[in-house]
């Protein structure tokens, strides 16, 4: 009997808790509804600043970076830290998210290229989210969120603090 009371118990203990589907496709959402959105000459061409697929242990992000259009991408378990803060002036700003790793740890592609490639010089990258997130609680509800997908994968991670 006590034995089928402390199985029970440890069951219960252990199935509180997203799963890595379900923290993944939460943190998509959260970067679909929030990716910063950028109007050019007050007409409706507008653009968003990146697409974010985390697949297969891994973070990609597709941007523009120098001009080109790439997708870089990190093992999940590599980010060592991360944070989230607004940067910008009083208009136009946007809610900073900065993810570090150890250098050589992320590949990169380049728009019509079929392989990734090594990016050993790289240790970090950013993404921009509208800052309306940095807004009731939405900032720290994110940064659970990613610390508890790294801790799923095997991975830890420190939050980084906003500057100032």
Known sequence: MKFLLLLLFSFSITTFG?????????????????????????????TTDGVLVLKDGRLYYRHDLFGGRY??????????????WYEGGTEG???????????????????????YKEAPEWGEFDMRLEPVILENGMKERLEK?????IKLYGGSSNIIKEPF
């Open 18 to 46: 997203q799963s890595i589907e379900e923290t993944e496709d939460w943190i998509e959402i959260q970067f679909i509804n929030y990716v910063k959105k950028y109007t050019y000459n007050d007409i409706l061409d507008t």
């Open 145 to 149: 969120a990613i610390t508890h997908l």
């Open 71 to 84: 997708t870089t991408s990190v093992k999940i378990k590599d980010i060592k830290e991360f944070g989230i």
């Open 93 to 115: 700003g946007w809610a900073r998210v900065d993810i570090k790793f150890d250098k050589g740890k992320m590949i990169l592609k380049e728009k019509g290229e079929l392989e």
